[in-house]
């Protein structure tokens, strides 16, 4: 398994700003993914991170709105920009352990609030 | 592509009862699959899982058998307690598939299990 930390675990928002989301893995991992779960909805994949290449986004989600840096094997960052209500949701970064492997570990969660 | 069909929510049963949720999925190849549990106010766990056809996933009394000949994996548990109440999520991934699976999971909706005493 993976022990997966993120900062910050809630936040509220104004609408029209942007709020960065950490990802902090104990080990090193090549990929790691970016899900979000809107109220009383499942996960839905946003994007694939990996090491020393661009992410990679799924259909309906684009970079300028959620810019992923990925600067080394245990970190990532997603950020949320000109944010708006219907982005209030809990966002997942998740990692396969080990890796290539099939089973995903999930870190705990931000809940982000916009108001 | 892939999809995960799960019952849907919420489902109320009494302490001691026997639980089922089903699930049902499509995939390209031949997945993985997962349960994944989401108690009030945490993370998403990982519950059990199975990566081929008839095998068995077991933990914590929990058991879901890997069916391919009717694409399922349904959720059992003999005796519910009051613990167990919580989101479940199955999902599927076919990340090991040779002929170039998805790497990202496929989550079905969710069934909210509330377990009275």
């Known amino acids: 398994s993976a022990v997966i930390s993120q900062k910050p675990s809630r936040d509220i928002c104004q609408r029209g700003t942007s709020l960065t989301i950490q990802c902090q893995v104990d080990s090193q991992v090549t990929m790691m993914f970016w899900y979000r779960q809107q109220p009383g909805q499942s996960l839905t994949l946003i994007a694939t991170?990996?090491?020393?290449?661009?992410?990679?986004?799924e259909s309906g989600f684009v970079i300028d709105k959620f810019p992923i840096s990925r600067p080394n094997l245990t970190f990532s960052t997603l950020t949320v920009s000109n944010m708006s209500p219907e982005d209030s949701s809990i966002y997942l970064c998740?990692?396969?352990?080990?890796?290539?492997?099939?089973?995903?570990?999930f870190g705990p969660g931000t809940r982000l609030l916009v108001l | 592509g892939n999809s995960v069909t799960q019952m849907e929510g919420p489902v109320t049963l009494s302490e001691e009862a026997f639980l089922t949720i089903n699930c049902t999925y499509t995939a390209t190849g031949y997945p993985s699959l997962f349960w994944y549990v989401q108690y009030p106010g945490e993370g998403l766990q990982l519950l059990l899982k199975?990566?081929?056809?008839?095998d068995k996933g077991s933990n914590k009394g929990f058991e879901a058998t890997y069916r391919k000949e009717t694409t399922s994996f349904h959720l059992e548990k003999g005796s519910v307690q009051v613990s167990d109440s919580a989101v479940y999520f199955c999902a599927l991934s076919d990340r090991m598939y040779s002929g170039g699976g998805a790497d990202g999971l496929t989550f079905g909706k969710g069934t909210h299990l509330i377990i009275q005493p």
């Open positions: 991170a990996n090491q020393g290449s661009e992410a990679t986004y």
């Open positions: 199975a990566t081929k056809a008839d």
């Open positions: 998740s990692v396969y352990a080990p890796p290539g492997q099939e089973t995903q570990y």
